[in-house]
């Protein structure tokens, strides 16, 4: 028999999106499974979408008032009953197969805490856009690479096991944003994950993804912390080396965010920013040239986000 499987889909006024991102869920064909549906205080028609799918049982469907994203990811972890558990954002779409394909990475490696695979964009004509495999192969290295690179573990391409996220401690409602990174800094600091050299699912990019360029300055704030707070349990359990790959990391995404500022005229935030890494880091030169022409380097930052957008299919 196969190991159960919890798929918590957390909603907030994403209503028109829910019934394809189920029909996603149930053309799976994976049993058992259960699928949980966490409705954030949404004040658009999504009970009255979900309606043939609650009076069906084809999901559980939860109410609550809004407590973002993590806190009704929380809610369905919870609630679920599944030895995996696998989260799907309301307006994505999962691969066909990849329940089968991510459960069964797990059941053949039992050491793992979780399964890992690639993803493709799409955009609101359903057009792919870009393709994205998993970064890396060293199971054992997972903590290093969230460190080192960006996050590889996008949250509806993977499948952890409940008692890793347990033992984690769930997902910090006090975050408003990157709040999968944190989780998987805690989970592969202790265990390793396996990569599905295939594609789990489909991500869905439009203008209220919380990934934008108007959400960047809370985004690279949120990493911060949550890349702080990487850096305390580490310090806890004395392990110098990754204190300072992470203090590496803190300092490289302060830069970004104060450039971030410099992009949008907060000049003088993002010079509170390079201050402080002046007085910490020393008087280097790239921080002094900062700070000096911020201006120059928020155009030189614009620049080259239309150039990347310009090369990207």
Known sequence: MSTSVSIII???????????????????????????????????????????????????????????????????????????????????????????????????????????????????KGEIRREIPPHYQDKDQAFRALVTKDNFISIGCCMIRRQEIEQAGLFREEMRSVEDLDLWLRITYQRPVTCLEKTMARIRKHEKNMSCDAHLPRMFQWEIFAFEKAWQMCDENNDDLSKKMLTDKIRSK?????????????????????????????????????????????????????IQRAGRP
């Open 254 to 306: 302060k830069q970004r965010l104060a450039l971030e500022y410099f992009r949008t005229g907060r000049i003088s935030e993002g010079r509170e920013i390079i201050d402080a890494l002046i007085a910490e880091m020393g008087p280097k030169p790239h921080l002094l040239f900062y700070r000096a022409f911020p201006k120059a380097f928020g155009l030189a930052v614009k620049a080259v986000k239309l």
């Open 10 to 124: 957390p909603s907030y006024n994403y209503g028109h999106y829910l019934p394809q991102t189920i029909e996603s869920v149930l053309c799976q064909g994976y049993e058992p499974m259960e699928i949980i549906v966490v409705d954030d205080g949404s004040t658009d028609n999504t009970r009255e979408m979900l309606e043939p799918y609650i009076s069906g049982g084809r999901i559980q469907y939860i109410w609550q008032e809004n407590r973002g994203l993590p806190g009704a990811r929380n809610t369905g972890i919870r609630q679920s009953r599944s030895e995996y558990v696998h989260f799907l954002d309301a307006d994505d779409l999962l691969e066909p197969g990849a329940i089968k394909a991510m459960a069964g990475a797990l059941d053949e490696n039992p050491a793992c805490a979780m399964a890992v695979g690639g993803k493709v964009f799409f955009n609101e």
